[in-house]
């Protein structure tokens, strides 16, 4: 059934030369691909800028047809040297979701540690070796069961990623306490990629100038939080105290405060997030959740999106469910 509220959301992390770059085995979106799908979307959608879409969600209007919006998490550089310039030469707005404090302390996300520790070494079994070690050291400090307790639990494939995988992302990401984690991730991070986090931060995310740029350039910009923290884990001073932060720096960058947008750390929505976001004015927010989204009011701060694998990587292959859905 046709609506006439219906929006395709893209989401996208990395976008680089894969092949040719330091990390071949990191998962992301060949910059090719990428250029690929830009002339699929055009081919086949109507791109929408972001301020039309909360136009549309406050009065209720009418969004054209196949309409679609493009996102990108996470602030990395690959935005701003690989997807910027094509957005541009072809027109169409892109939003970016920035965790703010890659940008202002120079740290590396956990998360984004751990991407790079499982892309740098061929042989995963040499870093289930280490954490097998680090696991016994920390055991009796931390209260810690034995590693095959763990292995046990936690190391289950699914579609995407290996049982290898899998285990060292749940344990690094969820399992262990917090401070636990970053030590080890830390402990990894030194081994296997060897150069500073300050000079790593640099090279993996965008800075300032960068958003600014961008800024003047049309392109919008979101809130990812300051920490990149799961947003249903926090206690409402810290998720307002997340929101704060970010929403501080999104300001002084230049960002327009009437139009602000949010995305989920993780997808991690819950009640009391959405209900701090509406009351401090965002206007909508997406998840990770795979679907089309609706310019409904009471839908806009849970908007799913597709990911980039959900879409063509090539201009002249045949729209696929997704489009017959939109
Ligand atoms: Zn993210």
Redesign the pocket.
């Known amino acids: 059934m046709k609506n006439i509220n219906n929006l395709t959301i893209v989401m996208y992390?990395y976008v680089r030369d894969l092949k040719n770059s330091k990390f071949p085995g990191i998962k992301g979106l060949e910059l090719s691909s990428f250029i690929e799908q830009i002339q699929y979307i055009k081919k086949n959608y109507h791109p929408v800028t972001m301020e039309e879409v909360i136009y549309c969600i406050e009065n209720q209007s009418k969004i054209p047809d196949k309409s679609i919006l493009l996102t990108f998490?996470?602030a990395y550089s690959d935005h701003y040297s690989n997807v910027f310039p094509i957005l541009q030469k072809n027109k169409i707005q892109g939003s970016f979701?920035i965790?703010s404090k890659v940008i202002t302390e120079h740290k590396v996300?956990d998360?984004n540690k751990i991407h790079f520790i499982l892309a740098s070494s061929f042989n995963i079994l040499r870093i289930i070796d280490d954490i097998k070690l680090l696991i016994n050291s920390y055991k009796s400090q931390y209260k810690l069961y034995d590693f095959d307790y763990y292995y046990k639990k936690l190391a289950h494939k699914n579609s995407w990623d290996s049982k290898e995988v899998i285990f060292v992302k749940r344990l690094l990401q969820v399992e262990l306490t917090e401070d636990l984690r970053t030590k080890i991730v830390d402990i990894l991070f030194t081994k296997y990629i060897g150069i500073s986090e300050f000079e790593f931060s640099n090279e993996l995310y965008m800075n300032e100038e960068d958003l600014v740029n961008m800024l003047n350039c049309g392109m919008h910009i979101g809130s990812?939080g300051h920490n990149?923290f799961w947003w249903n884990a926090l206690t409402q001073s810290e998720i307002e105290n997340e929101l704060n932060l970010s929403c501080d720096f999104l300001q002084r960058i230049g960002v327009d405060m009437t139009n602000w947008t949010a995305?989920y750390?993780?997808g991690s929505y819950d009640d009391q997030s959405v209900n701090m976001l509406s009351k401090k004015g965002c206007k909508l927010a997406v998840t990770v959740d795979t679907n089309i989204a609706k310019t409904n009011k009471e839908d806009r701060f849970l908007m799913p999106r597709l990911d980039t694998n959900d879409l063509p990587k090539n201009r002249a292959e045949k729209p696929n469910k997704w489009y017959h859905q939109a």
């Open positions: 992390h998490d996470d979701y965790p996300l998360v990812h990149h995305c750390p993780y």
